[in-house]
């Protein structure tokens, strides 16, 4: 899945599975079908591990960390599968899928938003509490989000599975989100 | 150029140039090679731009606010070619080009490369004179430009052209830059 939607054979998903093509289509109509069954998989992994610490106790601000941490984390395991996902964005928006990829297309599409919501949520709170500075919740979190996924470009997957994601890197980031470039003069 | 690299014909670029498909080929050898002149112009374009604002006068923080807009502005105007920039960018770490391309593909790295540096320069120069936090340049200008780049995906092109991308989304997104999520008490 490294090479991207069109160059991924069945075979390589097989083995990646560790699974027969045979029995692959015995699941699954065909390989756009597969694609969109583990990447609904891979979400609702990703939407419950966000939504468990969105409404854990704890202060907004120690959540959101979290939150950012635990993404980081899953764009480490996820990200060829993130990689894949995003032409199959492409697809969605485009148009080039069968009624009933479109439908889970579309579940894929409100599984994301609800992600971005979770982040949203917690947001919304911390700026009620004071902790965060009053911003358009939506805003912030797409561009967060964004800023975080656009590690998959520079980031390479072979290192952080070599070495684990340096924490160095992921406090630069979070201290980035969290403080801004300014520095603040108190 | 707005469905993709694999997805867009010679005569779509051909009428989007306003240009004989003969024509192109006069001046370049494939699909490949044309997008690949395409994609340097625009990159040249780009470094010059933001090369102009930092080397101008004014405070460092100033300078980055224009730097910033003017990349939000490139995206509006570039974003179909941004998005075919990112598969050849695939393209190039998976292998699947001539030598020829290869060398292309180098040039365009370099100058992305270079891009990033003219960001990380004015915001080292911001931090020696006070008025940015001390952190990596490297890393903030990376999710910097990351979070613009990803508007290319919720931020509709179709809207910006109608519109003009409207000055309350880009003053939160550098507010979120410049100041962060965290209230500051002072």
Redesign the interface.
């Known amino acids: 899945m ?3 939607y ?2 991924t054979s069945l075979d390589t998903v097989a083995e990646f599975l560790g699974a027969t093509k045979g029995r692959i289509y015995y699941y699954y109509k065909s390989k756009a079908d597969l694609f969109f069954g583990v990447h609904r998989e891979a979400n609702l992994l990703s939407l419950r591990t966000v939504e468990t610490i969105a409404n854990s106790p704890g202060m907004p ?1 120690e959540r ?1 960390r979290r939150m950012i941490l635990a993404h980081i984390e899953l764009l480490g395991s996820h990200s060829p599968l993130l ?1 894949v996902a ?1 032409q199959a ?2 697809m969605h928006i ?1 148009g ?1 899928t069968t009624p009933d990829q479109r439908k889970l297309l579309d579940a894929l599409v409100t599984m994301r938003d609800e992600y971005e919501r979770c982040f949203a949520g917690v ?1 919304s709170e ?2 009620k509490s ?4 009053p ?2 919740p939506a ?2 979190i ?10 998959t ?2 980031y390479r997957p072979g290192h952080a599975r070599e070495s684990g994601l340096p924490k ?2 992921t406090s ?2 979070v ?12």
């Open positions: 490294e090479r991207g069109a160059a601000t959101l990689r995003q964005l492409d485009y080039s947001l911390g700026t004071g902790e965060f500075r911003c358009d805003i912030a797409k561009t967060l989000l964004g800023g975080l996924n656009w590690m470009t520079w160095r890197v630069e980031i201290d980035f989100f969290f403080h801004g470039l300014v520095l603040r003069r108190d």
